[in-house]
């Protein structure tokens, strides 16, 4: 009922000619499998890997502004994305909530910005590491959730993609358990469905995030919670990125 939802998220790295040779050949790489596959290259080479006659590969951005224009250097506006090609935008990473002073009340500005000018949001959320010891995950995910979708109207719910990315698991080689995520995936569906109804909150994609790998994204994507992967450091290798998407191919072990 749900489609399943594999992104790529490519962080700093790549260049122009680096992001249109993977395009390309992931675009083949993934042609018939039944899963949105989305990549979210740098805002360099957006116009390159807007301009491909790709098939299967949607283009997402990787941030975008509070504003639609204006004295804003250095931001990139909604306006701008839409004009490339992006239908998706990851909003609220916990790469800028930590090092750029995202607050939850910018991420809630940027998603209602991104459904008016037509992107679908990738929302992340996510504790951290001192914030799980303390028990307070849960709260956590809880409060970033409602945050973000304060003032959403119910039907725009379902546009959204929420991933949950504990901070902790995020490029360090540790993944939360298949049961884990689950659960707190589980507990962010509830959360919605406290505010929107179970009919919706049953249509809203939620993505695991952190260490995703082509050992690790069966599993996960066994759990009935889980809708999906946002994945950094795997998603920069053709044979790493195609292997998570095609996950279903894998021998049961
Ligand atoms: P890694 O897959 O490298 O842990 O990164 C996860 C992430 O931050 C995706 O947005």
């Given at each position: 009922m749900r489609k399943p939802i594999i992104a790529g998220n490519w962080k700093m790295h790549k260049t122009v000619s680096e992001s249109v040779g993977l395009c390309e050949a992931l675009d083949r790489a993934v042609q018939d499998v039944d899963i949105e596959v989305v990549v979210c290259p740098p805002f360099t080479a957006l116009s390159a890997v807007c301009a491909l006659a790709m098939r299967k590969v949607k283009i997402g951005a990787q941030n975008v502004s509070?504003?639609?224009?204006?004295?804003?250097?250095?931001e990139i506006s909604p306006l701008m994305l839409v004009d490339v090609c992006c239908s998706y935008v990851i909003i609220g990473h916990s790469e800028r909530r930590q090092?750029?002073?995202?607050?939850d009340a910018m991420v809630n500005k940027k998603v209602h910005l991104a459904l008016q000018h037509g992107l679908r949001p990738i929302v992340c959320v996510g504790e951290s590491l001192m914030q799980r010891r303390a028990g307070e995950t849960e709260a956590v995910v809880v409060s970033q959730t409602k945050a973000a979708l304060a003032g959403i109207a119910q039907e725009q719910v379902p546009d959204i993609v929420i991933a949950y990315e504990p901070i902790w698991a995020i490029g360090t080689?540790?993944?939360?358990s298949a049961d884990d995520a689950n659960e707190v995936i589980g507990t962010i569906r509830k959360t919605i469905a406290e505010i929107y109804g179970q009919e919706t909150a049953g249509r809203i994609r939620i993505q695991y995030g952190g260490s995703v790998k082509p050992d690790n994204i069966r599993e996960l994507m066994a759990?009935?919670?889980?809708?999906?992967a946002l994945v950094g450091?795997?998603?920069?290798?053709l044979k790493g990125f195609t292997a998570i998407v095609r996950y279903h191919e894998q021998q049961q072990s």
């Open positions: 509070i504003a639609e224009s204006g004295a804003f250097t250095g090092h750029f002073g995202e607050t080689g540790e993944t939360a759990q009935p919670e889980i809708d999906g450091g795997a998603s920069l290798d």
